[in-house]
């Protein structure tokens, strides 16, 4: 971001667009919490062992006891506490500083986040053509390659901006200060390579479950999970169109744009990645509930029904079983004939 000096502009009015990153950030933390506890139940729900993709589903969610997602998250929320989202010429200096530390921070958790989310998602695919597929297992494995260095160095060129790094939001401390161009460029060359691999995240489990034996209805709906991901495809080109925000001048007024992509593109990502794994728990829930309540109607009618006599008895038996029929029913009435035929 932008070390340029501003000019006060008395017609700017002090407002905030920080509230949009904020609603946006409550609504995805409490969708990711929901989103992998309920990977987790699921995964102990099922017999299948739990797998490589769920460890690096879990990894994009632990950082030393935090989250790297929702380390960023909380970041951005404190960033917009700071004034992240104002013009900058109505912060102090120290508002400034926060700003400038909170979103570089930023910056690095949402790499290290976009990588074991983007990691999981190819062990989930390998997990899918395991014993089958073999060139398009080492053509995941080279995605894998590209994705792990591609994000080591945007995590270098992140770390060596300054020396020391508290430059970067301290520029009064003795030290270098690279240009931010330098990262910028980094960013937006490996954001154009990671849309090509997010674009066959997302289509090659299409064409994987296409191949599979299963229902076709099943099917119809793990794809159209999967194939969600393309709207994070998207999010992430219409991204780089805000890539010039970097350079503003007045940088805490013009990013909240850019970190609002990023947040959607983010946070999409994860939910998408939990899709596949969640639905299974979510539909048996359904089922269940459904169950529940076909049960709970008839059991009401018994209850209401009373015992006023042995014959209401019978017909409140029958109720209960689910039938609305209030007579005998024809298997009963043979089962009694055959206990006459025995007494004879």
């Keep these: 971001m932008s070390t340029a000096p ?59 006891a935090s989250a790297f997602n929702l380390t960023t998250n909380a970041l951005e929320f404190r960033s917009v506490h700071s004034g992240f989202g104002r013009h900058l010429q109505f912060l102090t200096d120290a508002q400034e500083r926060d700003v400038r530390r909170y979103s570089q921070y930023n910056i690095l958790f949402a790499i290290l986040s976009l990588w074991a989310i983007k990691i999981s998602i190819c062990f989930f695919i390998l997990g899918l053509i395991r014993d089958t597929h073999n060139r398009s297992r080492w053509i995941l494995y080279g995605l894998i390659l590209v994705t792990t260095v591609g994000s080591l160095i945007q995590s270098v060129f992140w770390g060596t901006q300054a020396q020391p790094l508290e430059k970067l ?6 030290g270098t200060h690279a240009s931010p161009t330098t990262l910028v460029i980094t960013i937006s060359l490996f954001t154009a390579i990671f849309s090509i691999t997010d674009l066959f995240y997302a289509v090659s489990p299409i064409y994987f479950f296409g191949r599979l034996q299963m229902d076709l209805k099943k099917k119809l709906i793990v794809i159209g999970l999967t194939g969600s991901g393309l709207v994070v495809f998207a999010v992430s080109i219409v991204r780089v169109a805000y890539v010039r ?26 939910l998408i990645a939990d899709l596949p794994a969640v639905y299974p728990e979510i539909h048996r829930r359904y089922r269940q509930l459904m169950k529940w309540r076909k ?6 009618q018994s209850i209401d029904c009373g015992h006023p006599d042995l014959q209401n008895d019978s017909q409140c038996a029958i109720i209960t079983i689910g039938s609305r029929e209030t007579r005998p029913s024809k298997s009963l009435q043979l089962s009694e004939l055959s206990k006459h035929g025995e007494d004879r």
Excluded at 39 to 44: A, D, H, K, N, T
Excluded at 169 to 174: K, T
């Design 6 to 64: 501003i000019v006060f502009d008395p017609d700017l009015p002090d407002i905030s667009t920080g509230q949009s990153i904020i609603i946006a950030d409550i609504i995805f933390t409490v969708l990711i919490i929901l989103s992998t506890g309920t990977r987790i139940v699921s995964r102990f729900h099922s017999a299948a062992p739990f797998g490589i993709e769920n460890y690096m589903i879990l990894l994009g969610l632990t950082n030393s």
């Design 169 to 174: 939001w301290n520029p009064e401390i003795p």
């Design 295 to 300: 049960t709970i109607g008839p059991s009401q």
């Design 245 to 270: 925000n970097f350079f503003a001048a007045d940088f805490t007024w013009a990013l909240p744009k850019v970190y609002l992509f990023t947040i959607f593109e983010r946070n999409l990502a994860e």
